[in-house]
């Protein structure tokens, strides 16, 4: 989150002493030196340094330390002078542009493209030519060259502020044009325009100080660093402490604002500083004892936890803990659960995709080769994992507009996954490529493989994935959420699609099926594994779970479902059965049952024990809560026990 | 029927086609010649796909957007012939929810601030009568007052929801359009929302138009139902005889293509693509799917035909076997 | 395809316009006679005759129309006048100096490229390691160096302390290879030093972006190889951004080669350019502004072009 109210952000401490040190020595120049400037002493050329002159004296005799203290004045006042010109000048006109159109949006488009097509230096050159160097010039020329920049993010940033519902809302609203842009579109294009103002004053000060170098800027005599360099040029041989001087005070100064902007861009976009999700190396990080498998499993997690490295500071968050699952061989095994209940990273684990500051912390993977071994990918070598991806185990994702690489042919891509697993001729692998794509319902399916992803519609490109992920005839498919992003009659083609490929796969297939929607796991699953802040809380048959839930959350997540209440209407004055409250966070789970805050049947005992997955007498379900039927005979063994009663 | 809160008549609407410079495409139509009315304290469902227009028909009818063609009267005012003051002023009656509720918060404006500009631009609650009609909002959108002092991104999700529903009715609208107020939320939270515009349409008889792509929620929740497809109207009646007895062909699809946990008699699977709005197929414009189309349905745009009292559809067949018989 | 760069190229040329229309005018906005402000430069007096010459000279007599209509027929036919000072024809001089400070950039450009994509793509792969965090805070203290600095110290320590190079100077590659590539060395490695760190952090940030994508994790779950992964779907499509970039570069580059030229005593366009704005030989001074604008469209041009092979996408 951006500012925290009222503290100054920890990031920006050490930039900013700097660069007050560095402008508070410049403007305290009459305190620290009590030379003058421009008082020539030609006996003195060139003279060392002594206690008078502690940076010696220029080839004029000069004192050094002054000028290069008021040479920084000029400097800075001349950048900060024309950066803030310019910032005013080209936001103006950008916001004006951005929100108002018209004559506005012309200037604030056109205008700064013209200026852009000169390059810096030169367009100062021409403007100096005409008028001739001097410090009143040079302010000008900078402004004149800086303001299109702002002008344009101020533009841009406008109109991505705008599209926001929020300043559509206020539109609603009724408030007054002239408030909205102050109030409500200003403060949020500020950040972005303070960073350019730092990028900006950074660059006036190198072409400030390239001209004054070339004679073409500050006038003699008056200081300034540019022209110090120039001077001390001819003498460096016998004098280089009169280059390394000015050099020095120019890199630091320009190196302090850099640094204060790109401090000042992380803490208002904090996104940025994170590593992100890192997919590309997935690598294995610690050997495992080797994974096994009961007979009629295609995979299985066992006591599975996941945890987040939150830093030296923090305790690791348990993302997900303490899974076990079963993805009985040929079956489709749904995930359901609600945002943020963990599906997609245990499925990630499964893939061994887990991005890289989430580690398994307990607990084994174990996953099923078409050769019979077993195998778990995070704690495979990565070289050893690429054979299994792909070719024993695929998977589908939710976002088939972004799941595919926008700028690779379909072709391309679906033959890169064939050739990575098979050894076949680019003929062969065209042709099986295109068979793959027919069979997937895609018409035309020769034009298509040689389509651009964008050129295709989500659905098409959600079958696409699915018939590159089964090219090599895995035996698991994963598919996290594919229909989530479609349209209803686009999701209803692709998940009878989906269960049409599993009954034809002569190999057979078992399926990871994952989604937050009880409707469509009904359509496609044998069985449902429902799960809650990253642990599971029931699982068995679909449709024992379905029709006759007995953990409280999933009874909840049914009731909650206006496609399951088709009798029920509001204006006849029914209410869903909405379960109150939201998730916890994973770091901050009741003590107790995690759901215990939300959950209608509560009672003291729930606090006190951590309920584990119960399984029914007949081991083919098994609920997390301790008033469900099946917790009842493990805890009147408990209760047997004398410490406990 | 009593006197229409909202009537539109012929609305049009396209955008700028792709491309720039001298090759710039045609406009694309994405409203094309839509009538709706919603009576006071009516709740009117709107569906359709992506790309049908149910967001641009949704600021339309607020005049955020200005229509091409066709009018929208407000309370008996064309909307069309208001100053820009007397719109202002007009929007006290009109409101809108948003999708996303990550967007639709100012992240740098407290929950107060919100609602206080709310009230402000209209005038109303001023002094010291503000503090309690802040509290009694956070109310009505049970959330406790305590919160008014919060920043959005302290918020989960659903609690954003019901702070934008809260800034909606802040000026006591007497019409709200909920673009897709749900959709962004897991179940559990979508319940307990839906709940809380019913209660409220229950308490304070306003009227919504609601948009949604989930055919049950603007079932459970709306009165009348409108079912949009590439910018025209396909069908329109009660909730429940649109969703149990759907008269249109397309309207069929989506019922059948909806996921529920009983299998559905009768399934109605659709092939091929959603055709893009820049070129809609002529005469009717669903006859590219539909499973019932013959020669004539490209002749001509099917007219919308009353079936009964406040029943409609846009199909030139009417030997279909739907559930509308 | 041909649609698009149809619509670029007629962008460029109208650009072209523009700019060649606004460097003529540039004179004429400022009140007061022209040639008398040429002559007038430090506050000195301008006689009556020597303002007729000039005003006869640069055509200031004649209707203002004709004058601009002359201007643009000359810059189409690369006749941009007489300089005011030596009386050569500029484009002469331009067409004999411009391929010194090509060649300047290109070899800059070339050493940027060759080290600025390599230490990128390894930094961003690797973020928070060691070499990206030396490369990266190197680089931080590198891209706060002007270039004229880095030129200077260059100098100092190249040719005066160790004596490797010569400071600077030039002779053609037809008289002397050998040498004309040790006087090339130090200004190219000047320039190339300044591209190396910009490539090097557009390319890390670019690669560090792309690598979150959802493709890229697509890419890794079909079992490809880590390697091809890396070239076909992180740096494949890095590239884009990296060409922008560089193409704006080069833009810049025109004009502030002009420093690192006069530092180095390279005969590019710059000592030419320099001389003229001291002297104020407005002719000259606009020539020279108007060819390097000139390229840089071209440049920005060509950018586009690439951009949209790069990228298909973007050929809407
Ligand atoms: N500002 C705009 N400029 C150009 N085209 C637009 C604009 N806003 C919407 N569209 C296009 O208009 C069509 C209808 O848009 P609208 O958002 O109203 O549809 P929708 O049915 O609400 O879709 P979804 O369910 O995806 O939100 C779409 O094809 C969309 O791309
Ligand atoms: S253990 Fe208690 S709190 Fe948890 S689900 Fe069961 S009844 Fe609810
Ligand atoms: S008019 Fe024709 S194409 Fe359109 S819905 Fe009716 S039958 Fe289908
Ligand atoms: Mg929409």
């Known amino acids: ?645 | 029927m009593s006197r229409a809160l909202l009537e539109v008549t012929g609305l049009t609407k396209s955008y700028p086609g792709s491309g720039r410079g001298i090759f710039r495409k045609s406009r694309v139509p994405v409203l094309r010649g839509i009538d709706l009315c919603i009576a006071p304290g009516e709740v009117l469902g709107l569906v359709g796909e992506s790309g049908s227009g149910k967001s641009t028909l949704g600021k339309t009818v607020l005049k955020l957007i200005d229509a091409d063609k066709g009018t929208v009267r407000f309370d008996g005012r064309d909307l069309a012939g208001l100053s820009k003051e007397e719109l202002r002023t007009a929007r006290k009656d009109m409101q809108i929810i948003f999708q996303d509720p990550y967007a639709s918060l100012d992240p740098r404006k407290p929950i107060r601030a919100v609602l206080s500009e709310a009230l402000d631009t209209h005038n109303l609650h001023t002094g010291e009568r503000r503090e309690a009609r802040l509290k009694e909002l956070m109310d009505m959108v049970g959330l406790s007052p305590e919160f008014l002092g919060r920043l959005p991104h302290e918020f989960s999700g659903g609690q954003r929801q019901r702070v934008g529903i809260a800034r909606a009715i802040a000026v006591e609208p007497r019409f709200i359009v909920a673009d897709e107020a749900v959709s962004a939320l897991d179940v559990s939270i979508q319940a307990q929302v839906l709940n809380l515009l019913a209660d409220l349409r229950a308490k304070t008889g306003i009227s919504l138009l609601f948009i949604s792509h989930d055919l049950s929620v603007v079932r459970f929740i709306s009165d009348r139902v409108m079912v949009l497809y590439l910018g025209r109207v396909m069908e329109i009646g009660p909730a429940d005889d649109v969703h149990f007895k759907p008269a249109h062909p397309y309207t069929a699809a989506l019922v059948s293509a909806e996921p529920g946990l009983k299998p559905k008699p009768g399934r109605v699977r659709l092939t091929g693509e959603i055709p893009s709005p820049a070129n809609p197929p002529s005469g009717c414009v669903f006859r590219t799917r539909c499973p019932y189309a013959m020669d004539a349905c490209a002749a001509e745009v099917p007219k919308l035909r009353r079936l009964g009292k406040t029943r409609f559809s846009a199909c030139i067949r009417d030997d279909i076997p739907t559930g509308a018989q | 395809m041909i649609r698009f760069a149809l619509n670029k190229g007629l962008a460029a040329l109208l650009m072209l316009w523009i700019v060649g229309t606004i460097v003529f005018a540039v004179l004429f906005v400022v009140p007061g006679d022209p040639a008398e402000l040429l002559l007038t430069s430090d506050g000195a007096v301008a006689s009556q005759e020597s303002v007729e010459s000039l005003r006869r000279q640069m055509g200031l007599d004649k209707p203002l129309i004709t004058q601009y209509l002359d201007f643009l027929a000359g810059a189409a036919r690369f006749d941009f006048g007489q300089s005011l000072i030596d009386h050569v024809p500029v484009g002469k001089t331009i067409a004999l100096r411009l391929p010194r400070t090509i060649e300047l950039i290109l070899a800059g450009l070339f050493l940027g490229l060759i080290t600025g994509i390599p230490a990128g793509t390894w930094a961003g792969l690797r973020p928070g390691r060691s070499f990206d965090r030396v490369v990266s805070a190197a680089n931080a203290v590198l891209i706060s160096v002007p270039g004229f600095v880095t030129g200077t110290l260059f100098i100092y320590l190249f040719a005066q302390v160790l004596r490797w190079l010569p400071a600077g100077g030039y002779v053609s590659f037809a008289s002397d290879p050998l040498l004309h590539l040790k006087l090339l060395t130090l200004p190219a490695i000047t320039v190339g030093l300044h591209l190396f760190s910009i490539i090097f952090r557009m390319t890390r940030a670019s690669v560090l972006e792309m690598r979150t994508h959802d493709w890229v994790r697509t890419a890794v779950a079909k079992g490809l190889r880590r390697k091809l992964v890396v070239r076909r779907h992180v740096v494949r499509n890095a590239l884009g951004p990296i060409v922008t970039v560089v193409g704006l570069q080069m833009g810049i580059l025109l004009g502030s080669t002009v420093l690192i030229e006069f530092i180095y005593n390279w005969p590019g366009l710059s000592g030419y350019l320099v001389t003229a704005v001291q002297q104020r030989d407005y002719p000259s001074v606009r020539a020279v502004i108007l060819v390097v604008s000139a390229l840089f469209i071209l440049i920005n041009f060509m950018v586009e072009m690439l951009y949209s092979v790069l990228d298909p996408r973007i050929r809407l």
């Open chain 1, 1 to 645: 989150m951006p500012f925290s109210r009222f503290s100054f952000p920890r990031r920006l401490i050490v930039a900013s002493l700097l660069l007050l040190l560095l402008i508070g020595s410049m403007f305290a120049a009459p305190l620290l030196t009590s030379a003058d400037p421009v008082q020539i002493a030609v006996s003195k050329r060139l003279a060392g340094p002594s206690w008078a002159h502690p940076f010696g004296q220029d080839e004029f005799g000069r004192d050094r330390l002054a000028r290069v203290l008021y040479g920084g004045q000029v400097s800075l006042t001349v950048a900060f002078l024309a950066s803030f010109i310019a910032m005013a000048i080209g936001t103006f006109i950008g916001l004006m542009g951005a929100y108002f159109r018209g004559l506005f949006e012309f200037i604030a488009m056109r205008v700064s493209d013209v200026v852009l097509f000169f390059p810096p230096i030169l367009l100062a050159l021409l403007v100096v030519t005409i008028f001739g160097p001097g410090v009143s010039t040079m302010v000008a020329v900078l402004a004149l060259l800086y303001f299109p920049s702002f002008s344009r993010i101020a533009y841009s940033e406008t109109l991505r502020v705008s599209a926001l519902d929020f300043v559509e809302a206020a539109r609603a609203l009724g408030t007054k044009p002239r408030r909205i842009v102050v109030s409500t579109v200003l403060p949020n294009i500020l950040g972005a325009i303070s960073v350019q103002f730092s990028l900006t004053a950074a660059a006036a000060i190198t072409v400030e100080s390239g001209l004054s170098f070339l004679g073409l800027g500050v006038v003699p005599p008056a200081p300034s660093w540019g022209q110090m360099i120039r001077g001390a040029r001819g003498f460096m041989e016998q004098d280089p402490l009169g280059i390394f001087v000015p050099c020095a005070a120019l890199c630091v100064t320009i190196y302090a604002i850099n640094l204060f902007c790109d401090r000042l861009r992380d803490v208002l976009d904090p996104k940025g500083m994170e590593d992100g999700k890192d997919s590309v190396s997935p690598a294995g990080r610690q050997t495992a004892a080797p994974a096994k498998l009961d007979t009629d499993s295609a995979a299985e997690l066992r006591g599975l936890t996941l945890s987040l490295n939150r830093g030296k500071r923090e305790a690791p968050a348990e993302l997900v803990r303490d899974i076990t699952l079963k993805l009985r061989r040929n079956q489709c095994t749904a995930l359901v659960g609600e945002s943020g209940s963990g599906k997609s990273l245990t499925s990630l684990a499964l893939m061994g995709l887990l991005p890289s500051s989430i580690r398994p912390s307990a607990g084994h993977i174990a996953i099923e080769r078409k050769s019979g071994a077993a195998v778990d990918l995070v704690s495979l070598a990565a070289k050893e994992a690429e054979k299994v991806r792909g070719d024993d185990i695929a998977m589908i994702f939710q976002e088939p507009m972004t799941s595919l690489n926008p700028v690779l042919r379909v072709g391309v891509q679906m033959v890169e996954a064939l050739q990575a697993h098979r050894k076949v001729t680019p003929e062969e692998a065209r042709n099986r490529c295109v068979a793959a794509l027919d069979r997937v319902g895609i018409p035309e399916a020769e034009q298509r493989f040689d389509s651009y992803p964008h050129e295709l519609s989500g659905g098409m490109r959600q079958r696409v994935m699915i018939a590159m992920a089964l090219l090599c005839e895995p035996k698991l498919l994963i598919a996290d959420e594919p229909t989530t992003a479609l349209d209803v009659t686009i999701q209803a083609e692709i998940i009878d699609l989906l269960r049409d490929l599993r009954a034809n796969q002569d190999s057979g297939l078992s399926m990871l099926f994952i989604s937050h929607n009880l409707g469509i796991v009904a359509d496609i699953a044998d069985r449902v594994v429902v799960m809650y802040s990253g642990e599971i809380v029931e699982e068995g048959p679909a449709g024992d779970i379905l029709s006759d839930p007995h953990h409280p959350y999933t009874r909840a997540l049914l009731e909650s479902m206006p496609s399951l209440h088709e009798e029920m209407h509001s204006s006849r004055g029914d209410r869903l059965g909405a379960i109150g409250g939201t998730p916890p966070l994973p770091q901050a789970r009741p003590s107790g049952c995690a759901f215990r805050d939300r959950c209608p049947d509560a009672k003291d005992a729930c606090a006190a024990t951590h309920p584990g997955l119960y399984p029914s007498q007949d081991a083919l379900r098994a609920v997390r809560c301790i008033f469900a039927p099946e917790a009842s005979s493990f805890l009147k063994e408990a209760c047997d026990e004398p410490c406990v009663a």
